[in-house]
């Protein structure tokens, strides 16, 4: 099993910058892919951006040039810096990992982002 905690979301105005953390405990070791989702209200969940163990960030069109991915391994902990945000990346961001081997994942209870003026 795997726990994941995310944090850091809040309101910002247009332009401005956040960063989410997400806190990994448990089997962190059966981790194969991280990656941050997020839903607004009346549309579907969709993905912001992944890490693949052993390959390169990958982001979907929405958050290319303005978000980036990263993990701190030693800290346990994914993170996703968001600038020049805008009001239609206003969501709920969740924290989701997938397990190596049983694909087995895991999501985080969401965190709040509101842009807005």
């Known amino acids: 099993q795997v726990q994941l905690v995310e944090s850091g979301g809040g309101l910002v105005q247009p332009g401005g910058s956040l960063r989410l953390s997400c806190a990994a405990s448990g089997s962190i070791l059966s981790i194969e892919t991280v990656a941050w989702y997020r839903q607004a209200p009346g549309k579907a969940r969709e993905l912001v951006a992944r890490?693949?163990?052993?390959?390169?960030?990958e982001y979907a069109d929405s958050g290319r040039g303005r978000f980036t991915i990263s993990r701190d391994n030693a800290k346990k902990t994914v993170y996703l810096q968001m600038n020049s945000l805008k009001p239609e990346d206003t969501a709920v961001y969740y924290c989701?990992?997938?397990?190596?081997?049983?694909?087995?994942?895991?999501w985080g209870q969401g965190t709040q982002v509101t842009v807005s003026s």
């Open positions: 890490i693949i163990s052993g390959g390169a960030p």
């Open positions: 989701n990992a997938v397990a190596r081997y049983t694909n087995s994942e895991f």
